[in-house]
Structures are given as C-alpha cells and as structure tokens.
C-alpha cells in the first residue's frame, strides 16, 4: 500500500510514493525515508491463479486499516462472519516482538546453525543456562535432550509469551527464572551447576550491535553457579566493519544547501550544530533496506573472548585501518558483530555474504547495524584508507568509534 498525491488541482503534477517496481517514472523517482509503503500481512494465505479474480475487503476504525480477501472462483460473494473484526494480539508475541524480531524467530538459517551448534554439546546429563529475552534456544535445548533447562525473564510480558511456547510443547525441562542474573541463587537453580551457558544475543533495550554483549557481563555474575568446565555459547564476539557508498542513505545527514530556488544554509546550520551537540557517532539502521556498494573487505575491530569473565577484561584500545580497493565515494561506515557460536558454526549480525568490492552488500534482514554517515564523503581510491580507531572499557561497559 502506498500514497499517490495529486499535489495541485489540474492533477499535472503527482506525488507517487509507490515503490520501484509499481513507480509511475521509476527512472526518476525520489528518494523519500518517509511516506513509505505499508504492508498489511493476512490472516490467512490464499492460493490464486494468473487472471482469477479475488475480492479485498478493507476495513478501518479512527486508528488501524486491516483486510481480508475472499476467492470468487465458486461464486460466493462477502466475508465470513468475525473476519471484519479488527485483529487484536492475543498471543502476547506481537505485543512483545518487533517484526524483525519474529523474522528472526522464524530464520531456518540461523535456527539451524544453533540446532547444529546445541546437537554437539547437549547431553542427558546437560543442565543449560539461556540468557537474553524472548529466545527460542531454551525450547531447542530441551528438545535436543537435556536433563534441565532455566532461562532468565525479567520481562513480564516476554515471560508469559515463553511460558505460552513451553506450555503448548509440553516441555517439563524448562524452567524460567524471573530475575536479573545478579540476583540468581543456588535455590533459584534447584541446586544444580550450569555446565552449558547459551545466549541468542539478543536483548529488547540493545540499540548498537554490540549492545548484546549484556550478556557477557550477566554471565559474571553467574560464575559461583557454572561447573568447572562450563560450556560457553557463543564462545567469540568479533567488532565488523566495512566502507560504504550508500546510494540514498547519506542524505539524512547532508546538507540541503539551495533548492527550488531557496536558501536553506541557515537550516543546515542549526541542524547541524544540534546533532553534533546531540547525535550519536554511530546509529542504528535496518541496511538492508537501504542499498550500498563495498569499497573495502570488511575489517574486524575489536575480538572478546566471552568463556573468560569479562572481570578479568583490561581496558582495550586499537587503530585499525580500512584499506580501499576500488575507486568510489565513501559516505558511510557499517558496523555489525560476528559471532563464533563453536569452532564450525558462526552468526553474523551484517554481512550475511562475502563482501564483493564494488558490489551491493548483502544484509542480515532480522538486525540492525550500526551506521556512521560522514558529514563529508571521502573519496576512495585503491591504496587509500580511513582510520579508526575503537576502545572497550570494560568497566562501563562502553565501546567507542571515531574516525582518526
């Protein structure tokens, strides 16, 4: 769905804000981050054929628009009684989940890679720890045959969607932990030792990609509860980076300068100071949806080694340098993390094929990445570079970026 705005009342000028492949003049449409397309996912799927007709019923109240559709292929005509009630969430899931998020539940890639990990360290006598919130992964531990499985929920409503998938599998080895991980006892574990600690990497606060390493510091204050020889997965965290030409992008943060025969400087100015009092380095963004060409092999930044207690953890800090292989006009820098979940399976939150210099990159749909959009473009040639350089204080907690 999408708007079409006649702007004017002769109607010689439209304002189409349909997609590429349905745009009027897809040769010479604009760019928009805003007035974009809705998708409206139906209840139920309907099988058609080429050049059969089927009936859209549209509904709307003073907020929501839903729809259902009805095949005419037997002559009937109207709805089925109920379907023109507005959809409500009564599963708690879509309250809880964003839609990426649910899209990441239901990645056979990603679900199979963790399948395949779990499958070689899970045994009868296994007792699992999941940290993050609203994971699959306790629900694939028991199934893979550990004797018990706890996970901790300190959302309300995350907790009860859980309780809802273990309920309707009928798992009796799961049990969910309704506390931060500071506060877990021996009693809270039953008495047992955790020998297999798991984390999906995901966290509803998380903003930046590395955000999720919450976990590693939950699992410090876990240490009196884990076995000698505990299990740790994901076992590494990588720091990714790559130099990007954004096709559209990079226009959030430029300046309009002079259009249609006005002069916005004085807006740029204002707009700018603010965000640089205000704005962020790095900013998240689905980039998936936004098109852009690799200048560089991606660079890892910064390693952490998540079985050793990020206690023990001293301040870090590099330079690192992203080489330029092909000539172009860098105007962003993408961020992401890598995860080494056992020694043949590793998770990407970026990049989910090898990055061809000079191509468009290919994204993770179900995270976001961190983005830093340059004020001003950098023009790329091979030998030429840009620098970083990134610290961890493991203290804080925090991870800094800045160009050098």
């Not at 047992?192 to 590395?210: A, G, M, N, R, Y």
């Not at 092999?297 to 990020?310: A, I, R, S, Y």
């Amino acid at each position: 769905m999408w708007w079409d705005l006649q702007m004017d009342v002769d109607g010689e000028v439209m304002l189409s804000c349909a997609p590429r492949w349905a745009h009027p003049e897809p040769s010479n449409m604009q760019w928009r981050d805003h007035w974009m397309q809705a998708v409206y996912y139906l209840p139920t799927e309907m099988p058609v054929l080429q050049d059969e007709q089927f009936q859209l019923h549209a509904y709307h109240d003073e907020y929501s628009l839903w729809f259902t559709t009805k095949n005419t292929a037997n002559g009937s005509k109207g709805c089925v009684k109920g379907q023109d009630e507005r959809p409500i969430c009564t599963c708690g899931a879509h309250v809880v989940c964003s839609r990426m998020r649910i899209g990441m539940h239901n990645d056979k890639l990603r679900r199979q890679a963790w399948v395949s990990a779990l499958s070689k360290v899970i045994l009868p006598s296994s007792v699992c720890l999941c940290l993050g919130q609203g994971s699959l992964l306790p629900l694939i531990a028991a199934s893979l045959g550990a004797k018990q499985v706890f996970t901790l929920e300190d959302s309300a409503m995350s907790r009860r969607v859980t309780e809802s998938f273990i309920d309707t599998n009928g798992f009796k080895n799961v049990k969910i932990i309704n506390k931060r991980a500071d506060t877990v006892t021996k009693e809270d574990l039953d008495n047992h030792k955790i020998d297999v600690v798991i984390s999906e990497q995901f966290f509803h606060t998380s903003v930046l990609p590395w955000d999720n390493l919450y976990s590693w510091y939950a699992l410090a204050h876990l240490a009196t509860h884990l076995t000698a020889d505990v299990t740790v997965m994901p076992r590494l965290a990588r720091i990714k980076a790559v130099a990007v030409c954004f096709r559209d992008l990079w226009k959030i943060r430029a300046p309009v300068g002079s259009t249609e025969g006005f002069n916005l400087q004085k807006f740029d100015q204002l707009v700018t100071g603010s965000a640089t009092i205000s704005d962020a380095l790095i900013e998240p963004q689905p980039l998936w949806e936004y098109p852009g060409t690799a200048l560089s092999q991606p660079l890892t930044l910064m390693e952490f080694d998540l079985t050793k207690p990020v206690t023990e953890q001293t301040d870090m800090q590099y330079v690192q340098e992203l080489l330029f292989e092909c000539t172009g006009s860098c105007n962003g820098i993408a961020f992401w993390m890598e995860y080494d979940v056992c020694d043949e399976t590793s998770i990407s939150t970026g990049l989910t094929q090898t990055a061809k210099v000079g191509e468009l990159c290919v994204w993770d749909r179900y995270s976001q990445q961190g983005v830093h959009l340059m004020k001003e473009p950098r023009q790329a040639h091979p030998a030429s570079s840009i620098k970083l350089q990134i610290e961890f204080k493991p203290n804080t907690g925090i991870i800094s970026v800045t160009l050098v």
